[in-house]
C-alpha cells in the first residue's frame, strides 16, 4: 500500500511536470492491444524490464537502473525487473562478475519461464551494457583492436542466444563507461604511466570506436530481426560516468544529480528520437524528463528511427605535401654568432618542441575513417619539431632549416610516443595543458644536456611552444584552473625555466589557435563527422549555442590566452641577455576554414576525428611558422586561411637573421607598477551565512561550519608547524603550531590565515585549536614531527584519551572536525624500508586508524587529506647551507635519487600508489554506516604547482630555511585549499593547488546546501528535503491547475491498471 502510495504522489508530480515543462504524457498509456510487431511497442506495453552487462563495480549504473525502473513502473505499473525486488541484481541467481553469454543464458531461463506463463502477449525489453571498464585504453593499438573485436564478438554470442530463445522481445545495447576509477586503474598499469590529458584522449576515442563497431555489427546482422517480435538497436549515445554534458561552467549545474542526467539519457535513447528544438540559454542546463508524442510514440527500433551513425567520410584527393625552397642564399653566419639578434637559418643547430597532440602529431596521417588510429602519434610529420623524409615531400620546420644546416638535430621521426628515442627533443604529450608545460620543458632541457649529438653550452636552439588548445576546449569544466591568470603563469614557469638553464636559444612562443571557428566541424552533418567524439574532446567549444553566453565567455577566454602572452613578454623579462630571446608567432590568431567549391569546409585538413590535423594542415601550419620567423615584429601576419596557396620566404638581404625586437627595432610596451609589498599571510571574509543549524544536528551530513564545537588534527611535521616561521637554522626544530594550516589558531583570520581562524568567524566559542605560547599539550594537535602512518593508531588513541578528559567539551555531544595528514615520511623514508612503508602497509595503518575513530568517537567528521606528489621537492633550489645540507635528510629517497634514474621514476610511481589505495578505500562503504561519522578525502594536494620566481628557480618564500618543511605562507595557503575543499561536493573537489596569493580566495558555503559536504549530501540535490519521492529530474513548480492534471492522470492510469488486472483474471 505504501509502494502504491508513493507512485501515485510520483505520477502526480509526473502529470504536473508534462504540463509546466510542455510535455504532454498523452501516448503514455498501453496500446489497447498487445502490438504484433516490436516496431509499435510502447514503453507503456513492456512488462518485464531486464539487464545483462553489470557486474559488482556497476553501483553508479545500478542507480540509474533503479531510477528508471521507478519511472517505466508509472507507465506500466505492473512492470516486473530485478530492482523492483530487494534482493536486486541477483534476481536471476548468477553472479555480476559473469559475462556476457553466461548472463544472456540466466536472463533467459528466467524471461523464457515469464513468458510461458504470459498469455496476454505483453512485452520484454532486455537492456545490454557493454562495459568499457574491462579494456585498458592505453594499451597498443594492436592490443586494442584485438580486445575491440573480443568485445564485439562477445555481445554478438549473448544478442544471439537472446534472439534463439525470446519472442516478443526488445534488446537495446547501450555502451557504459564507469570512468576512470582506482578499480581500473589496478587493472590498467599504464594508466599510472599515462598522462591524465592523453588518457581522456586515448579513452574517448576507444569509447568512439567501439561504439562505431557495435553500429556495425548491428547492421551487418539487420538488427538481429527475428520475424516482427524480435529487434535490437544501439543506443545513439554512450553512457559516461561523471560526465556532464552542458558545456555550461561547472557551477551552473553542480546542484544536479549526475545519475539523473544519465537515467534521463538512457531513457531517451530508448525513445524515437524527438525533433530538435530551440531552447533559451536559461533552460537549456534544466534536465527535463521527455514524454512519447503522438508522432514519436514508441520505444526506438532502427525500422522506425533509423540510425545515422554509418555514413563515412568520403576519401579525399590526396594532395602534395612537400614545398619548394625558393631561397638562393642558405649560408649561415661567417663566424658562429654570439647574439640572437644576429641568429641566421643556417645557424641553428638544434629543434625542440613542446605542447599537445597537434604537436605530437596525433592521427596527422590517419585514413578518413579510422578513428583509432588517431591515437597514432605520428611524430615525424609533426609541423613544428618533425623530420621525415625531406622538403620536397614533407613539409616541417625542421625540413626547411635542414636546407640552410644539413646537421640540424633534435627532430622527431616516424611514431611514437614522447618516451621513444625516435622522438628525440618532441616532448608534447597528447592531451596537454598548460599546466604540464613545465614538466615538459624540465624534461626537455634534460635530454638537451644529456645528449652526445647536442653541444649543449655552443650549440643555437630552436624550441617551439604551443598550446592552449586543450585548455580551452576545458575551460566551462573548470573555469579556476584554465583561467587566463593560469595559463599565462604556466607558460611563464615555463619560460623562466628555459631562461635560467638553456643557453643560446630562440624560443618560438605561437599564440594559441582561435578555436571556435572549428564549431563548423561539428554543426555541419553534410560533413559526416563524428559529432559525439568531438562533444567529448572539446565539449566546452562545440556544445554551446551560437550567440549564447557560455559560448561568449568561451571566446573572451580564448582572446585573453592570446593577448597574455603579449604582457609576459613584452615586460622584457627575456631579454636580458644577449643569447636568448622569446618571439611570439601570432599567425593561428585568426583562422579561416578550408572551403571546397560548394562552400562546405575542407574535411582533408582534418584527421579521422575531425579535430586533429591531417598532413595537409601541417603543411600549411610549416609554412606559416617559418614565414612568421622571418617577419618583423609588428609586421607579422596573424590571420591563417588555410585554402590559401603561399611560398616560403627567404631571409631579407638587408637583414637576413630570424626576426626578435631587437633586429627588427620594436620597441616593447611600459612595465606594468609595482606591486605593493605582503605585510602578512592573512585573508579577507566575506561569508555573511553564520548561522548554525536550528537546532543541533545529528546527522553529520547536515553539519554546518557553525556547528563545529571541536578542532583536532593527526600527522607529522607539517601539520605541528615544524620550521613555518624560521629564519635560520637554529629555529628550525622549532613547532609553531599557532600557524599550522589545519590546527592553528594564533591571532585572527585577518593576519594568520589557519582552518580554525576560518571556523571561528562562524564559532567563536571553537576549541581545540593549538597556539605558539603553549609549552604544554591543550589544544588537540596531537601531531609529531618525523611520524609515519604507523604511528597514526597511536596518536588517534591518544586523541580520544585527551578529548574524555577535557572538561571543557562534551565528547559525546559536541560535534568534532578531525584533519589527518599522513605519509610525507613513509615515502621520504620508503627506499630505506620497503616492507614496512609499502602502499599496502601505509593504508592497513590508515584504515586501523579510522576504524578506530569510527568505533570510538561520535559526531566527528573526519578530514582526510591525499599524500601530495612529493617529486616537487625535487625543483625547490637554494643556496644556503640548510638547503644544501637538510633538504636532503629530511626526504633522503626523494632528494637522493638523479630525475632520470629508475629509483625516481619508482619512489614517483609508489607516490601514486599512495593516492590510488587512499581512493579506493574511501570510495568504498566502510565508514558509512553511521549518521554521526563521515570520512571525507580532500583531495586539493593530488597535483601540486609551486610558483616560480623571475629567475625560474621555485620560490622558496613557501618552504622553510631547509628548503623542504612548509613556511607560514605556503601553511595559508593550504588551509584555503583544504577550507574551500570542505564546501565541495564529492566528485567535483578542486584536486590541486598552486599557492597563489590572493587574501580573497577564501569561499563561502552555499546559500542552497550551507553544509559541509559528505559523500551523502554531495548526492542530494537539497540536503534539507524531507520528500523522498520528489528527484531532482521533475522540475516541479507548485500550481493548483497542474495538481489537477496529475490526479487526473492518477486516475485514468489506475482505472487502465485495474481493467488490465480484471482481464488477466478473466483469462
Not at 271 to 296: F, N
Request: hydrophobic share 35%.
Amino acid at each position: 500500500m505504501e509502494r502504491i502510495f508513493e507512485q501515485l504522489v510520483l505520477i502526480s508530480l509526473l502529470g504536473f511536470t508534462c504540463v509546466t515543462a510542455g510535455l504532454p504524457c498523452t501516448q503514455s498509456f498501453p496500446s489497447q492491444q498487445s502490438p504484433l510487431t516490436a516496431d509499435k511497442v510502447r514503453p507503456s506495453d513492456i512488462s518485464v524490464l531486464s539487464y545483462i552487462g553489470l557486474n559488482e563495480q556497476s553501483t553508479e549504473l545500478s542507480t540509474v537502473l533503479s531510477k528508471l525502473t521507478e519511472l517505466m513502473t508509472l507507465l506500466s505499473p505492473g512492470l516486473t525487473s530485478p530492482f523492483s525486488n530487494e534482493k536486486g541484481f541477483k534476481t536471476y541467481g548468477f553472479p555480476q562478475h559473469s559475462g556476457l553469454m553466461d548472463q544472456a543464458k540466466e536472463v533467459s531461463k528466467y524471461l523464457l519461464s515469464k513468458q510461458d506463463s504470459d498469455k496476454n502477449g505483453d512485452w520484454t525489453l532486455v537492456l545490454l551494457f557493454v562495459q568499457l571498464d574491462q579494456l585498458c585504453a592505453c594499451d597498443q593499438q594492436q592490443q586494442i583492436s584485438s580486445h575491440l573485436k573480443s568485445v564485439v564478438k562477445e555481445v554478438d554470442g549473448a544478442v544471439q542466444l537472446l534472439r534463439s530463445k525470446l519472442r516478443r522481445t526488445l534488446v537495446s545495447v547501450a555502451l557504459w563507461d564507469g570512468g576512470l576509477d582506482t578499480v581500473q586503474k589496478k587493472m590498467c598499469p599504464c594508466m599510472l604511466q599515462t598522462s591524465e590529458g592523453e588518457l581522456k584522449l586515448q579513452r574517448t576515442i576507444l569509447t568512439h570506436t567501439l561504439q562505431e563497431s557495435l553500429g556495425e555489427l548491428m547492421s551487418q546482422k539487420h538488427w538481429y530481426r527475428n520475424g516482427d517480435d524480435f529487434t535490437v538497436t544501439l543506443q545513439e549515445t554512450p553512457l559516461i560516468k561523471g560526465l556532464s554534458s552542458t558545456g555550461k561552467p561547472l557551477g551552473e549545474f553542480e546542484s544536479l544529480k549526475h545519475t539523473d542526467e544519465v537515467m534521463l539519457q538512457l531513457w531517451r535513447n530508448l525513445l524515437q528520437p524527438m525533433a530538435a528544438q530551440h531552447v533559451s540559454d536559461e533552460k537549456k542546463y534544466i534536465e527535463t524528463l521527455l514524454c512519447p508524442t503522438e508522432d514519436r510514440q514508441f520505444l526506438r527500433t532502427e525500422a522506425n528511427a533509423p540510425s545515422s551513425r554509418h555514413s563515412k567520410a568520403d576519401n579525399p584527393v590526396q594532395t602534395y605535401s612537400g614545398t619548394d625552397m625558393p631561397c638562393e642564399d642558405l649560408s649561415p653566419s661567417p663566424s658562429v654568432p654570439n647574439s640572437v639578434h644576429e641568429l641566421r637559418p643556417g645557424d641553428i643547430k638544434v629543434v625542440a618542441a613542446v605542447g599537445d597532440s597537434l604537436t605530437a602529431g596525433n592521427g596527422i596521417a590517419s585514413s578518413p575513417n579510422n578513428v583509432l588510429d588517431v591515437i597514432r602519434q605520428y611524430r615525424g610529420l609533426s609541423w613544428s619539431i618533425g623530420g621525415d623524409e625531406n622538403l620536397t615531400t614533407v613539409t616541417t620546420l625542421p625540413n626547411i632549416l635542414r636546407h640552410f644546416n644539413h646537421n640540424v638535430t633534435g627532430y622527431s621521426l616516424g611514431i611514437g610516443d614522447q618516451n621513444n628515442p625516435k622522438a628525440f627533443l618532441n616532448q608534447a604529450v597528447p592531451g596537454g595543458k598548460s599546466r604540464d608545460i613545465p614538466s615538459q620543458v624540465r624534461t626537455l632541457v634534460s635530454k638537451m644536456k644529456s645528449d652526445p649529438n647536442v653541444n649543449f653550452e655552443n650549440d643555437w636552439k630552436v624550441i617551439t611552444i604551443f598550446i592552449g588548445g586543450n585548455d580551452v576546449c576545458a575551460y566551462c569544466e573548470n573555469s579556476l584552473l584554465y583561467s587566463v591568470e593560469n595559463y599565462v603563469g604556466f607558460l611563464q614557469e615555463s619560460l623562466d625555466y628555459l631562461f635560467k638553464e638553456v643557453p643560446r636559444a630562440f624560443v618560438n612562443l605561437v599564440e594559441p589557435l582561435y578555436i571556435t571557428p572549428l564549431r563548423e566541424m561539428y554543426t555541419d552533418t553534410s560533413l559526416k563527422c563524428p559529432t559525439w567524439l568531438m562533444s567529448m574532446l572539446c565539449p566546452c567549444v562545440v556544445l554551446p549555442e551560437a550567440d549564447s553566453v557560455a559560448l561568449k565567455e568561451l571566446e573572451t577566454i580564448n582572446r585573453g590566452y592570446q593577448q597574455s602572452l603579449h604582457g609576459l613578454i613584452e615586460s622584457g623579462r627575456y631579454d636580458t641577455r644577449t643569447d636568448f630571446t622569446v618571439v611570439i608567432q601570432p599567425f593561428l590568431r585568426d583562422i579561416t576554414l578550408p572551403r571546397l567549391e560548394d562552400g562546405r569546409a575542407d574535411r582533408s585538413f582534418f584527421s579521422a576525428d575531425c579535430f586533429h590535423l591531417s598532413r595537409k594542415a601541417h603543411t600549411v601550419m610549416a609554412r606559416s611558422l617559418w614565414n612568421n620567423m622571418l617577419e618583423p615584429l609588428g609586421s607579422k601576419t596573424s590571420s591563417q586561411d588555410f585554402s590559401s596557396n603561399f611560398d616560403l620566404k627567404c631571409p631579407a638581404n638587408a637583414s637576413p637573421f630570424i626576426r626578435t625586437y631587437k633586429n627588427s627595432d620594436y620597441i616593447y610596451s611600459e612595465l606594468p607598477s609595482t606591486p605593493e609589498p605582503i605585510l602578512n599571510w592573512g585573508s579577507d571574509f566575506a561569508c555573511g551565512n553564520f548561522a548554525p543549524s536550528e537546532s543541533q544536528p545529528t546527522s553529520v551530513h547536515k553539519l554546518r561550519p557553525s556547528d563545529i564545537q571541536v578542532m583536532a588534527a593527526l600527522g607529522d611535521s607539517f601539520t605541528t608547524g615544524t620550521g613555518a616561521k624560521s629564519n635560520d637554522l637554529f629555529q628550525l626544530d622549532q613547532e609553531f603550531k599557532g600557524v599550522s594550516w589545519s590546527i592553528g589558531g594564533d591571532q585572527t583570520l585577518e593576519t594568520v590565515t589557519t582552518l580554525p581562524n576560518i571556523l571561528k568567524k562562524f564559532n567563536s566559542n571553537l576549541k581545540g585549536f593549538s597556539k605558539d605560547e603553549e609549552q604544554v599539550q591543550t589544544g588537540f594537535n596531537m601531531a609529531a614531527a618525523g611520524a609515519k602512518s604507523s604511528d597514526l593508531p597511536a596518536q588517534v588513541q591518544a586523541l580520544i584519551k585527551a578529548m574524555k578528559e577535557n572538561k571543557e567539551m562534551n565528547y559525546e555531544t559536541d560535534w568534532k572536525l578531525v584533519t589527518i595528514f599522513i605519509g610525507t615520511a613513509d615515502i621520504c623514508n620508503y627506499c630505506l624500508d620497503q616492507n614496512n612503508l609499502s602502499p599496502k602497509k601505509y593504508i592497513d595503518n590508515l584504515m586501523l586508524s579510522l576504524d578506530k575513530l569510527y568505533e570510538e568517537m561520535p559526531r566527528v567528521l573526519v578530514n582526510l587529506v591525499n599524500i601530495m606528489q612529493m617529486d616537487v621537492f625535487k625543483t625547490v633550489k637554494k643556496d644556503t647551507l640548510g638547503c644544501s645540507l637538510l633538504q636532503s635528510s629530511s626526504c633522503q629517497c626523494i632528494i637522493g635519487p638523479h630525475s632520470s634514474s629508475p629509483q625516481f621514476e619508482e619512489i614517483k610511481l609508489i607516490n601514486r600508489n599512495y593516492q590510488t589505495e587512499i581512493e579506493y578505500l574511501i570510495s568504498g562503504d566502510r565508514y558509512d554506516g553511521k549518521e554521526d561519522f563521515a570520512v571525507v578525502l580532500q583531495p586539493f594536494f593530488h597535483y601540486s604547482f609551486f610558483p616560480q620566481t623571475g629567475t625560474g628557480e621555485t620560490d622558496t618564500s613557501f618552504f622553510s630555511v631547509d628548503c623542504f618543511h612548509m613556511s607560514e605562507r605556503a601553511h595559508a595557503e593550504m588551509a584555503i585549499a583544504l577550507w574551500n575543499n570542505m564546501l565541495e561536493p564529492v566528485g567535483r573537489k578542486q584536486t590541486y593547488n598552486n599557492f597563489t596569493h590572493d587574501r580573497s580566495k577564501i569561499n563561502c558555503p552555499s546559500e542552497t546546501s550551507p553544509f559541509i559536504r559528505t559523500k551523502i549530501n554531495s548526492q542530494a540535490s537539497s540536503p534539507e528535503s524531507t520528500s523522498t519521492t520528489v528527484q531532482v529530474w521533475v522540475p516541479v513548480v507548485a500550481g493548483v491547475a497542474s495538481l489537477l492534471v496529475g490526479a487526473l492522470i492518477c486516475f485514468l492510469i489506475m482505472s487502465i491498471v485495474q481493467r488490465k488486472k480484471n482481464k488477466r483474471g478473466g483469462n
